[in-house]
């Protein structure tokens, strides 16, 4: 089982930007493709972005590509996510996600999921 702790939310305006972090720890968290989903209120989890074991391979949704950046530093088990140009309808809270499995090479789907974080509110205002 991996653990994920997430950081970085917080309230901001349109055009702003943000980083949040997630730090993973457990046996074998660094053999673990990553993601980020994210939850607004009344809706479905959607997902994000994701990134392989080594950083090699990334993904975004439609909505986030071009403004959102995933990245990971393996040494220290920890993945990122820089969202710059934040739009309102970015507002959710966003989860940190680790695969279930080490031969995944990439999170885009809530099946894929073998741990999630506790999640952090992000907020931008118009």
């Known amino acids: 089982q991996v653990q994920l702790v997430e950081s970085g939310g917080g309230l901001v305006q349109a055009g702003d930007s943000l980083r949040l972090s997630c730090a993973a720890s457990?046996?074998?968290?660094?053999?673990?493709?990553m993601g980020w989903f994210r939850q607004a209120p009344g809706k479905e989890r959607e997902f994000v972005a994701t990134?392989?074991?080594?950083?090699?391979?990334?993904y975004y949704s439609d909505s986030v590509k071009g403004r959102f950046t995933i990245s990971r530093n393996v040494g220290e088990n920890t993945v990122y996510l820089q969202m710059n140009s934040l739009k309102p309808e970015d507002t959710a809270v966003y989860y940190c996600?680790?695969?279930?499995?080490?031969?995944?090479?990439?999170?885009?789907?809530?099946?894929?999921?073998?741990?999630w974080g506790q999640g952090t509110q992000v907020t931008v205002s118009s």
């Open positions: 996600a680790a695969a279930s499995s080490s031969s995944t090479v990439a999170v885009r789907t809530a099946s894929n999921v073998g741990s």
């Open positions: 457990g046996r074998t968290s660094s053999t673990y493709a």
């Open positions: 990134i392989s074991r080594r950083g090699g391979t990334t």
